[in-house]
């Protein structure tokens, strides 16, 4: 086996399961990094043929710069699991698996032809220093309306991922006051609850604060501390003043007046 063959048959594998990849995986972006990786096989698969161009362009254009832009594309706006998968064209579905059979057909009648008839030889030898400018005049010249085609195809892909990408509002987009008010419309919790121990006669972490109306604000207590089973902490009963003799009530209830000689006027007796 040669080092050609023995490249194709290591790396079309991966290729294969990079392909696969694509429309298996379950996110987008794992899907753009599948496409790269078919990509890049490709590319060498160009360069160990000797279409050096063909590899560089592989590389540069498809997977350096569309894979890039749509990597991109996808971290920017984001693609929610959620997404409605309703199908908004009517047929779209059929159409699609009815494609895709008739490109098998023809997939499979091209290789059964080569099969049959034999590869056909190249019609002139591959020159390494000419190769570039033989490519040139096959595109811009012999091949220049399926090249101007596939741009044409290109700039519709570009639209189709405008219009698919487009929301339609039925409305205008919320402004922050509006967002404010209906976040305040269904009441409940305004503002943020008191935290455990507020207005509470115990200050600890596991006593519920108390609501204006006096009912405990079970939300204040952190919710780890159920998992703990970490008891509450007992109350601790408040101590009762003693009664105050009448000769000291009435020191506190009774006035003292001075004279600015500091001589005592009345009041304390």
């Keep these: 086996m040669t080092g050609e063959e023995v490249l194709f048959w290591a790396l079309a594998p991966l290729a294969v399961a990079g392909a696969l990849g694509v429309i298996a995986a379950a996110k987008a972006v794992y899907s753009a990094l599948f496409l790269a990786m078919t990509m890049i096989i490709v590319a060498m698969f160009y360069v160990a043929q000797g279409a050096l161009f063909l590899g560089v362009v592989q590389v540069v254009v498809y997977t350096g710069a569309v894979m890039m832009l749509f990597l991109f594309v996808l971290m920017f706006i984001g693609v929610d699991s959620s997404e409605s998968l309703v199908e908004t064209i009517r047929g779209q579905r059929i159409a699609a698996i009815v494609a895709g059979l008739g490109f098998g057909i023809l997939l499979i009648a091209a290789i059964g032809n080569v099969a049959a008839t034999g590869a056909r030889p190249n019609a002139a030898p591959m020159d390494p220093d000419n190769n570039v400018e033989a490519l040139a005049a096959l595109i811009f010249v012999r091949y ?11 700039i519709t892909a570009a639209l189709g991922a405008m219009v698919l990408a487009y929301r339609e509002r039925d409305r205008s987009r919320k402004t922050q006051r509006e967002l404010a008010v209906e976040r305040f419309q269904p009441g409940g919790h305004p503002t943020t609850l008191a935290g455990p121990g507020v207005y509470a006669r115990h200050n600890a972490v596991d006593v519920p604060a108390r ?13 780890i501390l159920v998992p703990r089973d970490i008891p509450p902490t007992p109350p601790t009963p408040t101590p009762r003043r003693r009664a105050r003799p009448a000769h000291l009530r009435a020191a506190t209830n009774g006035h ?9 006027k009345g009041g304390l007796q």
């Design 256 to 264: 003292a007046h001075y004279s600015t000689n500091g001589h005592h």
């Design 144 to 154: 220049l309306w399926a090249f101007e085609l596939t741009s044409a195809l290109l």
């Design 211 to 223: 609501l204006p109306d006096g009912t405990p604000a079970l939300q204040s207590i952190s919710r």
